[in-house]
């Protein structure tokens, strides 16, 4: 069904900046909520940033001002630009959906396999 595939990973130095995409296939997003989890090594996976259909946002506190969620859904791609990127941000980074709005972090169902961010010091 739905299939999701991440990209933009990579290392940076911490104030870096990456931008991670995520191609959607199998689906139109249009009807679906877009979200970016991360995990970290000896960590449960984690709800970062969410966006509805009408463009509404939702970001976890520790990434609130310097990363920014948002979606293309003519070219069914979801993006995530992530800003002055700090050591605490190293993770594998998830995009993911659910069908219908976000409302909850356990809605999501479809993943993608992962990108990884490593933020040196």
């Known amino acids: 069904q739905v299939q999701l595939a991440e990209s933009g990973g990579g290392s940076v130095q911490a104030g870096g900046s990456l931008r991670l995409t995520c191609d959607v296939s199998?689906?139109?997003?249009?009807?679906?909520?877009m979200g970016w989890f991360r995990q970290a090594p000896g960590k449960e996976r984690e709800g970062v940033a969410s966006?509805?259909?009408?463009?509404?946002?939702n970001y976890a506190g520790s990434v609130k001002g310097r990363f920014a969620i948002s979606r293309d859904n003519a070219k069914n791609i979801l993006y995530f630009q992530l800003n002055t990127l700090k050591p605490g941000d190293t993770a594998m980074y998830y995009c993911?959906?659910?069908?219908?709005?976000?409302?909850?972090?356990?809605?999501?169902?479809?993943w993608g396999q992962g990108t990884q961010v490593t933020v040196s010091s």
């Open positions: 199998g689906d139109s997003i249009r009807t679906y909520c």
């Open positions: 993911a959906a659910a069908w219908g709005w976000c409302e909850t972090w356990s809605k999501f169902a479809y």
């Open positions: 966006i509805d259909h009408d463009g509404t946002t």
